[in-house]
Each structure stands twice: as structure tokens, then as C-alpha cells.
């Protein structure tokens, strides 16, 4: 404290004055247009983070006595050394899509998220249950997969929309509810994973897996391009639609006002005649669908086969790109994008240059405190001026 | 303590200017060169300017304030008065000119360097903890790391005492009045014992005796030799306690004067363009000059049964805690009649508010609007039986801050501008451009956030809303008024008049008496839940209401 008054008075450091208060008399301070869905410095400003936080990273590999040229290489290798690796990293960055998606579409209503891992495995459980006992896969018209995506729509939508009747008429905190509705997801599956009366293949012997058995072909998703080393499967112009159906849902609809305004202000967008409870409801139910449709899509796509450990965490991976997406929905696909290619050079910077892969998580986390830091200094100079 | 620059004889109520030491009836010069106070002045602005973006808020402002002066600052909402004292308070930086303080340089790093060198605020909104008592809210700034609750709360009762400042030092926020908690931020700016005090709109929460004891306050204050810059739009205070006036208009200085009382129908015509006689009665009354309140003209009012359009019966309201806040009240409003509500605040005003809004449970009873029962009807029920609210806390209730003007001012309404679900953006911020020009909504354009709005610009907004309603036979103001301006006032009482004449009936509740008796056709009062009488609108009636309103049954 510099230059103290002549005063007695203990002059205090914090001022307990509003600067709410200052700004909000400030005519003419327009506020950031971020809520809107066009690049802008809100979009770019991960980028930065990316960067910086890579950098760190490259600054541990060092610390660890392994050779930076060695870890790069096993990173690029892994994430972009070839047409199979490609291919995953998109099929995983397919998932945390989704789940961004539907972590951004809540939050406009101010709900967070952050049961995506329950989603995904009530997903998985319901798209398993179809595939093998519905009697699907000799359906015609593609019916023997989108039914199965269809149900673990349903399923995660239902898993959502628990929250969200606790949340509109009983009060209780969704970040509560959809936390420990996760955890009871996450451990239905893997019960159902170990009754045989349930998903559990069959006990041909005392070796038999805790798992389900392989879902039919005919249930899981096709490749785009049969003939190409890249055998993306058709969730990726589903999740691109899906995404882009959202961002036009929360920019361009009556209802996407509306989940605003039930987000920014609840007491007043009752009095304007909105549906309160109704709208809560539908932003976590849409959500969940969204985490049950990645599910299927896991089991669909990539795993045909249910077991335990299936939903991999993806589902806190894709409510971090949500939180970084900082409400865009471009922001998702990027940060989705990054996660996945982020896991696969992982992964591979384990096995061939020994990193422990628990770097990745570390960069990540370092991501999120850099654009989280940036994001609080630019709004704290925003309000002030 | 402070040290006493220059004792005063001057007494609470003394004549204007007694303090300043210039020459007698010195020019209104607009830069007061000529008319600076003997005292070397305390603070010193020259050739400040303040833009936020392209709004030039503040323009080439010049002005002095003495020790021991109390220099009121008038002006318009937007004219600037909160963004000067904010650069003073070093909330903001100027964009252009110096500011010296004692003589040295002052360029505050921010709130918290102001309050090191001697300057403190009273913010127009309070930031106390309602959970904490008086002592701990007072603690909080503290640095050193053991609270002496003790020390501080002796402390308060001594400043307390010296300046007319009564308070229990533990009671909690939460059970104190408006009126005390102001004082409770009063206490706390001067335990760090200011050289400069900045009171921003301190009058426009207040009771009318407990403006009179805030004023007696600032004379104290000033009599103790700091200086006290006291921003308000009401004439009667300025009469009281200024030693010198500066009028904002606009961003700027538009006139000064050393002896306002003498001066008051000059300094208006600066601030508002106008002259006092022309004003309309209501929106004289907010300027607090109690010779302008006169009762017009009021409309017949018919006693004929199927005129009736609200009809109360026998209402009770509960809190969430089971106290009775609407005690079996009983109330009929006519077709283009406006019945005012009087009434100290927290009487029961509120609940009934929310309740004929749809926003609380109605307990007992039952009301109507135009035949229709619309007890525990939600809102969107009441808003389609034609009831439009401006309800009393407009920021909570009334709109979405950060939501566009537009989607603001037709927030109730919304799904008429959309097909097959999807929003007609074009068609709504030109329908909202033509209301905000038919209710002359000042804003920098129909897309930008509804909090970049002046309180007044937001209050025309939420009535435009409410009145251009569908189908509107009632309308419930409640404070409708509440820190608003001359010209605000003036434009959101024309609005409410002319609904009226269209046969809406008005339910108006304010806790402004004067208000009332110029716009209301008859007044009921309301104490503890039940309406205790009912009079004229008329001036003669004042006391009558004021003592039913202090419970001493007519």
C-alpha cells in the first residue's frame, strides 16, 4: 500500500466497491459479441493456449531426459504417421464433438454438464442391447444401424432428462446430479458386461471375457470410402450436421432464445411467459441424447464390442473441449479436432519414446488454465472499460 | 481524525454558499475561474474528457472542489455524473486532461488507490454482505489479519454519534432498512477518514425524513472539513445543503453557480432545456420541489359496478417463512382510472405485486381482471388476460441485462416473430426500432445489450413493452419512477395517461407520496398488509396519508 493517508484508519487493499456498478452505468460499453457464433477473439484465443501449453510440454519432455526429437517424432508418428491413425484420432475427435456439443447447448441455458461418461455408457449399453437382441441386423434401408444409434439416442436423452427433472422441480444442482448419474452409468454397463443373463457373451469357458459379443456387421457403421486407407465411418457427417443443426438451433430458434434466457435470467423469463421447467428440462435431455448418440457410435464405430472401461473417459475429454469451446460451436469442432490428434500422438509418445502418456492429460490441463487465465484477463479489461 | 481545515459556522440547513468565500453572487461563468472559494482547492479537474468507444461521455470537464464544500453535481441520467465521479474514484482513466488532488498530481491505478489518498464512495448500489453483521461488513476492507469487532464496533457507534449516523454495530444487513444499510456505507467510507466524499444519487432509495438526516449528514461531514461531492437530480436538496452547483448536460458543464438557492430555475433550464413551469406536475414532483406538486385535473371516477376491471378480494400473501405479507386486502381499479398505492416500503407492496403478476403463490383470496380469475394463474396465463407488469425490480423481473434491446422489448411476446420455430431477426429489430422511437428508448441501436442502457432508456423499454401489449385492459406500474429522471419520468407518466385514457385501468404502487398526488386518481395506503384508508389524490390529504402510512389509523 503506497501513499497511506494521514488517517488512522487501516486503509484496506481491496475496495469492497462494484465495479458491476461502473460498468453497467457506462453508456455505450457494448459488450462482447461472443455469444454469437462467428470466429472472433473468443475462438482464436485457444490457439494461443494450444501453443504455449505445447511448448511447456516439449519443456517436460526435456525434463524427462528423453530426446525431443525422438517424442516429437513418436507424437507426429502417432497422430498423423498414417491413414489408421488419422482415421482414429477423427473417430475419437467424432465423440468429444458430441459431447462438446451438447456440453455447449446446456450450458446456454446455464446448465453444465458434466455427465457425457454416463451418456456415453448408457449409449453403448442400449446400442449393444439393440444390435444383438433386437433383431435389427436384417432390416433393410440401413435401419439395422440407425435403429441401434436410435435407441442409445433415446437412452442417453432419458439419462439427461433425470437431471433435468431434478433440476426444474426439486432445485438439485445438475453438476451433482449429472456427476453421480455418470457414475451409475458407468457402473449399469459394466454389470450388464458381467451377468450373463444381461450383455455378457455367453461362458464357453472359465477364459470368457466379461464382455459382449461382437455386434453383427450389418450393425455397424458404414465406411465412407471402402476403397481408401481411410475408413472414416459415416458418424462424421452425422456429428457435422448434428453440430451445425445445434449452433442454427441455439442462434436462429425461438427455442435457442429461449434456453437463453432461461439461462441469463430464470425470474424474468418467467414473467415474460417462457416455460422454465420445460426448457431445463429439454437443454440436459438433449444433451444426454447427444452423449448416448456418441455411445453408439464408440460401439458402432470403432469397439463392436461392449466391455468394461468402454466409455474411456471421453465423456470428461469432450466436456473439457466444451468448456474451451467457450459456448461456439466451431470452438467444439477445433477443440475436438485437437483432443483427438492430442490423444493419438499420446498414446503413441508412450510405447515408442517411453512419455508417460500422462503428459497429454498434463498439456491439456494446461490448456485449459492458459485460455481460462486469458479468457478472465480479457473479460476483467472488457468490464472495465 | 480529520483535521479541521476550516471550522464552519454554518448549521444544518445554513443558506446556500455560506462556505464559499468568493465573490458575493459571483458570476455562473461556465469555467469558474473567477468564482474559485478562497480555500486552495482540494481536488482540481481540468480539460478532462472520457469516451467509451465512439460515446464521448465526458468533454473538456473543468471543475473544483474545496475543503469543507459540498459540491452537488446535477444532471440527467447519462449526462455524465456517475462516469466523473468514477474517473475520481478511479474506477476509469481519463482520456484527456489532469486531476490533481491537494495540490499533487492524481492519477488513481484504481477504487483501491483513490481510497489511499483520502477518497471515498458511496456507490449508488451498496456492496455489503446481507449475511454479515454491520461490524463485519465494516471488517471485511481490514488488512492486518485479527478482527477487533469491539474496537470497530465503539468505532461505529463514536462516528455514529458524531455525525448523526445511528446504528446497532451487530445487527445483520440483512433485518436493516434501505435507509440504514446506506448508512452502514456512509460509516464505512468515513472510518478511513476522507479528505473527499463522493455520495452518488444517495437520495433516490430514501424516505423523505431520512433524506432530510442524510443531508444533515453531509453538512456534518463538510463541516468537519472534507469535502463532500454530492451527485443527485432533486432541487429541494440542492436548496438545502450545496454550497456550489455544476450542471452536467450531455458531458458538459452547462452552467455552475456559488448560490443555488437563488439560482434553482437557471440550473434547471441548464439541465433539462426546460423551464420549472412548463414541467408536467409528476415528473416536477421527482425534482423534488414541493411547490410543483399540484393535483390536476383528475378524471371522474364512475362508480359503476361493470366498470370494475381488477377486482382484489379478501388477498392474502405468505412468504416463504409463513409470515403474512397481504393480509386479506380488498381493492377495486376501474376501467381509465389509475389508483395509487402509497405506503413505506416493505408494507406489503411487493408481494402484492408479484402476486397480481403471477410470480408468487397466492395463500388466500382470489382477484380478477375483467371477470376472468386469474389467482394462481402463471404469467404467461395473466399476460394473455391482458394484465401488463412493470414490475418493481426492474433488473431481476423486468429484463434480461444481457439480451438485446430488441429481444428485450418484445421479450413477452417473442413467438410473434417467429415461423416453424425459427426467429424473424429482421422484423424484430425493425418492429423494435419503431417502438423505441414511438417511446423515445435512447440506445446506440436495437442489437446492442440491454444493460448498455440508462436506467430511464431500460424503464421506457419494459414499458413500451407492457403497454403496446395485445389486448391490455390493466396495467400494475410498480416504482415505475424508481431513479429515473426529469425527462424519464415525465415520458413514462404520459405513456401511463395515455393507456389510461384508452380505458386501461392503472394500479400505480410508489413509495413517492408527491407522485402519487399528481398522477393518481385516488390513493389508498397500505401499512402491514391492509389497506388502512383511502383518499384524494389531492395535496391537502398529505398528512392524512403520511400518518396512516406511519400506522396511526385515519
Not at chain 1, 450388464?192 to 464382455?211: F, H, I, K, N, Y
Not at chain 2, 469516451?51 to 474545496?66: D, N
Amino acid at each position: 500500500m503506497s501513499a497511506a493517508p494521514a488517517s488512522g484508519a487501516g486503509a484496506a487493499a481491496a475496495p469492497v466497491s462494484d465495479p458491476k456498478s461502473a460498468s453497467g452505468s457506462a453508456p455505450g460499453s457494448a459488450g462482447t459479441p461472443q455469444r454469437f457464433p462467428l470466429p472472433d477473439i473468443g475462438v482464436m484465443l485457444p490457439f494461443g493456449a494450444v501453443i504455449a501449453a505445447l511448448l511447456v510440454g516439449v519443456m517436460l519432455v526435456a525434463a524427462l531426459g528423453v530426446p525431443i526429437k525422438d517424442a516429437i517424432a513418436a507424437f507426429l508418428d502417432g497422430a498423423f504417421g498414417s491413414a489408421y491413425v488419422i482415421t482414429e484420432s477423427i473417430h475419437r475427435a467424432l465423440v468429444f464433438a458430441l459431447i462438446g456439443t451438447g456440453f455447449v447447448l446446456a450450458d446456454r441455458a446455464n446448465l453444465t454438464n458434466v455427465g457425457g461418461e454416463g451418456q456415453i455408457a448408457m449409449g453403448g449399453i442400449a446400442s449393444t442391447a439393440i444390435c444383438l437382441y433386437g433383431g435389427v441386423s436384417h432390416l433393410p434401408l440401413g435401419l439395422s444401424f440407425i435403429l441401434p444409434m436410435l435407441g442409445a439416442t433415446l437412452a442417453g436423452m432419458a439419462w439427461g432428462a433425470i437431471a433435468g427433472v431434478l433440476k426444474a422441480k426439486g432445485g438439485t444442482n445438475e453438476v451433482i446430479s449429472t456427476l453421480l448419474l455418470s457414475f451409475i452409468g458407468v457402473w449399469l454397463l459394466y454389470w450388464s458386461v458381467q451377468s450373463t443373463a444381461l450383455l455378457r457373451r455367453p461362458m464357453t469357458g472359465s477364459a470368457t471375457l466379461p464382455e459382449s459379443l461382437e455386434i453383427p456387421d450389418a450393425t455397424k457403421l458404414p465406411v465412407m470410402f471402402p476403397d481408401s486407407d481411410f475408413a472414416l465411418h459415416i458418424g462424421l457427417p452425422l456429428t457435422l450436421v448434428l453440430a451445425i443443426v445445434v449452433a442454427v438451433v441455439l442462434n436462429r430458434t425461438l427455442f435457442g432464445l429461449q434456453l437463453k434466457a432461461v439461462g441469463l435470467n430464470p425470474t424474468a423469463a418467467r414473467r415474460a411467459g417462457m416455460p422454465i421447467a420445460r426448457n431445463i428440462i429439454l437443454a440436459l435431455a438433449l444433451a444426454g441424447a447427444l452423449g448416448g448418440l456418441a455411445g453408439a457410435m464408440m460401439l458402432q464405430g470403432q469397439q463392436t464390442v461392449l466391455k468394461a472401461g468402454f466409455s474411456s473417459g471421453y465423456g470428461y475429454d469432450g466436456l473439457v473441449v466444451g468448456l474451451l469451446a467457450r459456448r461456439s460451436i466451431t470452438g467444439v469442432i477445433a477443440g475436438a479436432l485437437l483432443f483427438g490428434f492430442l490423444r493419438s500422438g499420446g498414446i503413441n509418445m508412450e510405447m515408442v519414446a517411453a512419455v508417460p502418456t500422462a503428459l497429454v492429460t498434463v498439456i491439456q490441463g494446461l490448456i485449459i488454465l492458459t485460455i481460462a487465465g486469458i479468457a478472465f484477463i480479457t473479460e476483467k479489461k472488457g468490464r472495465a472499460a | 481524525m480529520v483535521t479541521v481545515v476550516e471550522p464552519s459556522v454554518a448549521d444544518t440547513a445554513a443558506p446556500a454558499g455560506a462556505l464559499v468565500a468568493g465573490p458575493a453572487g459571483s458570476t455562473a461563468g461556465i469555467t469558474g475561474g473567477g468564482a474559485a472559494p478562497a480555500v486552495a482547492p482540494l481536488l482540481a479537474l481540468s480539460g478532462i474528457s472520457k469516451a467509451f468507444g465512439a460515446l464521448k461521455v465526458l468533454e473538456g470537464i473543468s471543475l473544483e472542489v474545496a475543503p469543507g464544500e459540498i459540491h452537488c453535481l446535477l444532471g440527467e441520467n447519462g449526462a455524465g455524473k456517475s462516469t466523473l465521479c468514477n474517473l475520481v474514484f478511479g474506477v476509469h482513466k481519463p482520456d484527456a486532461g489532469e486531476m490533481r488532488l491537494g495540490g499533487e498530481l492524481y492519477q488513481p491505478k484504481g477504487p483501491a488507490d483513490a481510497l489511499a489518498r483520502g477518497i471515498a464512495m458511496v456507490h449508488q448500489h451498496f456492496s455489503l454482505v446481507h449475511d454479515f453483521t454491520v461490524v463485519d461488513n465494516l471488517l471485511l476492507g481490514q488488512e492486518r489479519g485479527i478482527l477487533d469487532r469491539r474496537g470497530c464496533a465503539a468505532k461505529v457507534r463514536a462516528l455514529g454519534e458524531q455525525y448523526g449516523l445511528p446504528l446497532d454495530p451487530y445487527a445483520k444487513i440483512d433485518d436493516l432498512a434501505v435507509g440504514e444499510r446506506q448508512r452502514v456505507e456512509i460509516v464505512k467510507c468515513l472510518m478511513r477518514s476522507p479528505r473527499l466524499l463522493v455520495l452518488d444519487e444517495p437520495t433516490a432509495v430514501l424516505l423523505p425524513a431520512e433524506i432530510e438526516s442524510l443531508l444533515q449528514v453531509c453538512r456534518r461531514v463538510a463541516a468537519q472539513g472534507c469535502a463532500v461531492v454530492l451527485v443527485t437530480h432533486k432541487l429541494a436538496e440542492i436548496k438545502k445543503v450545496a454550497d456550489r452547483v455544476s450542471v452536467l448536460r450531455a458531458g458538459q458543464f452547462v452552467a455552475k453557480s456559488d448560490s443555488p438557492a437563488t439560482d434553482i430555475d437557471r440550473l434547471v433550464r441548464a439541465m433539462i432545456q426546460r423551464d420549472l413551469a412548463g414541467l408536467d406536475a409528476a415528473a416536477a414532483s421527482t425534482l423534488g420541489t414541493e411547490s410543483a406538486v399540484e393535483a390536476p385535473a383528475k378524471a371522474e371516477i364512475s362508480g359503476e359496478r361493470q366498470n370494475e376491471i381488477l377486482q382484489v378480494d379478501g388477498l392474502t400473501v405468505h412468504d416463504t417463512q409463513g409470515v403474512t405479507r397481504v393480509d386479506k386486502l380488498t381493492l377495486i381499479v376501474n376501467r381509465g382510472e389509475i389508483v395509487g398505492i402509497a405506503g413505506v416500503e416493505g408494507n406489503g407492496q411487493s408481494e402484492l405485486g408479484a402476486a397480481l403478476s403471477g410470480m408468487t403463490r397466492v395463500t388466500e383470496g382470489r382477484f380478477f381482471v375483467g371477470g376472468v380469475e386469474l389467482t394462481g394463474a402463471s404469467p404467461k396465463q395473466i399476460t394473455a388476460a391482458g394484465v401488463g407488469v412493470v414490475p418493481e425490480d426492474r433488473h431481476a423481473v423486468g429484463c434480461i441485462t444481457d439480451m438485446s434491446v430488441a429481444e428485450n422489448m418484445f421479450l413477452n411476446r417473442m413467438k410473434s416473430f417467429t415461423r416453424y420455430g425459427f426467429l424473424n431477426r429482421a422484423g424484430l429489430m425493425s418492429e423494435a426500432r419503431e417502438l423505441m422511437g414511438r417511446f423515445d428508448v435512447r440506445a446506440a441501436g436495437a442489437e446492442v445489450p440491454f444493460r448498455s442502457l440508462s436506467g430511464g432508456n431500460q424503464q421506457k423499454a419494459v414499458l413500451a413493452r407492457e403497454i403496446t401489449m395485445g389486448g391490455l385492459v390493466f396495467l400494475l406500474a410498480a416504482q415505475p419512477t424508481r431513479g429515473l429522471d426529469v425527462g424519464a419520468v415525465e415520458a413514462v407518466f404520459s405513456h401511463i395517461r395515455a393507456a389510461c385514457q384508452r380505458g386501461v385501468g392503472v394500479l400505480l404502487i410508489s413509495s413517492e407520496l408527491d407522485e402519487l398526488i399528481s398522477v393518481a386518481d385516488r390513493i389508498v395506503v397500505m401499512y402491514r398488509g391492509r389497506i388502512v384508508g383511502e383518499c384524494k389524490a389531492d395535496p391537502a390529504e398529505r398528512d392524512r396519508m403520511g400518518a396512516m402510512m406511519a400506522g396511526h389509523a385515519a
